[in-house]
Structure formats: C-alpha cells, structure tokens
C-alpha cells in the first residue's frame, strides 16, 4: 500500500530528506531502497566524495535501482536483508528506511541493525504509515469501518508501526529529536484506488469473509459516485546515534 510517487505523499519524503541534513562527504544508507526512487537525491546530496549505499531484497527492485544509478558514482546497490545489512558497522552518517518496517518480520530487529552500522552522532529518518487511522468517506460507514479493521489485520504486517515508531527508536539507542506526523488527502478515487489498493482490498476482504459481497460491491462502487474523500496519518521520526 502506498506507492511512493503518489502526489498525495510527496511532501513528507521531502522534509524526510531534508530533515536527515545529508552533507557533502558522507555515507548515506537507504534500507528498502525499491527501485531506488530516492537514491539519485542522496547522491546529490553527498556529492562527488560521499557514498550512497541502497539495500534491498528484492530482485526486480535491485535491478531497476542499479538501472536508475547506472550514472552515479557515488551510489552502490547491495542485496541483503534489513534484519541484516551488508553493512560494516559504525560506518554510516545518514540513514533512512521508509514505509518498510510495516512490512518487515521484526521492526526492532531492523533498528537494532541501523544503531550497530550507524556511526556516532549519525542522524537516522524513519517514516511509517499508521493505517489504523486510515478513513475512507462514505455514507455506508460500517463498511469504511469494516475496510479499515481489515488492512490493519490482515493486509499489513504491522499496520500501527508509526504510531509507536518514536518509542521503538529509543529502545533501540537512539535520540529522538523530532516526531512529525502528515496526513495525505485523496480527493481523487481513481488516485485514491490505485495508492491504497481499494478495489484489491474489498475484494480480497470479501474473499476472506470479513465483508459481506454484496454489501462489499456496493460499497466499492458508491467512492467513485461524487465527491471523494480519504486520508489517513503517516508519522516520521528524525533521531541521532
């Protein structure tokens, strides 16, 4: 859920990036750098005699991030887990991980990694969705309701993860210098649809069980009639090493 180049979500990924304060020298680590949309701006960032290094798991997104940097120097792509970073420790500045720990198997196994290969005084962005705060309007409000518990407990892996990001952070030795939260609107339901999965998600939630078809059906069918409204929080946190 949520696609990254979404219009709706751009505005976090900025004050992220520039809240991290990348300088001109140093290393930077993107952990679940997908197709490496981030990458180019830390590069930029860190310059001629710095280093960006993106981590990810995934094949396809490691093929498409090398094929995105093909032209920065500066940018080395490595497979490897978050649960364990291909990473010597104590070696990064700057350090970010955005919308993955939702879907990590131990978000505090993965900040756990970010305190070991992180240097002293590093700065570390942390950005998570909290999708039990996700609201869809309609005027079938159980369902909404029905469609919000059901991606909370059974489409993400941990779908409060931003709401307790700040606390995972310390308890994994960091310094927490700034908590701030976004609320993407969607007043768009074809944007809407293809950010948060809406026609995926009822189907599958009708599917399993948790919403009834026809209700379900009806309910897909009245977002796209009128106006179109959807929100939901998204949390980030700015801690040091």
Same mark, same amino acid.
């Given at each position: 859920m949520l696609r990254a180049a979404a219009g709706a979500g751009r505005g976090y990924k900025r004050e992220l990036m520039d809240r991290l304060d990348v300088q001109a020298g140093q290393t930077a680590l993107d952990v679940g750098c997908g197709p490496g949309t981030d990458l180019p701006a830390l590069a930029e960032r860190v310059g001629v005699s710095g280093t960006v290094i993106g981590v990810d798991r995934d094949p396809a997104m490691l093929t498409e991030a090398r094929r995105r940097t093909s032209d920065l120097s500066a940018v080395e792509i490595r497979k490897g887990d978050a649960h364990s970073l291909p990473v010597a420790p104590g070696t990064v500045d700057r350090a970010k991980t955005d919308r993955v720990l939702m879907h990590v198997a131990e978000p505090t196994d993965v900040l756990a990694q970010l305190h070991l290969v992180t240097r002293p005084g590093a700065r570390v962005g942390l950005a998570e969705p909290d999708w039990d705060t996700l609201i869809v309007d309609a005027e079938d409000l159980d369902t909404?309701? =029905?469609? @919000?518990?059901?991606? @909370?407990?059974? /489409? /993400?892996?941990? =779908? @409060?993860?931003?709401?307790?990001? =700040?606390?995972? =952070?310390e308890q994994a030795g960091f310094t927490v210098e700034a908590v701030t939260v976004t609320t993407p609107v969607f007043l768009d339901f074809q944007d809407a649809d293809r950010t948060l999965g809406l026609g995926r998600n009822t189907q599958q939630a009708i599917q399993d069980g948790h919403i009834g078809e026809e209700r379900g059906r009806r309910w897909f069918a009245s977002l796209s009639e009128g106006t179109f409204f959807a929100s939901f929080a998204l949390v980030s946190v700015i801690c040091s090493r």
């Open positions: 909404s309701r =029905a469609f @919000t518990r059901y991606t @909370t407990s059974e /489409v /993400v892996r941990h =779908a @409060t993860i931003g709401r307790s990001l =700040a606390r995972h =952070a």
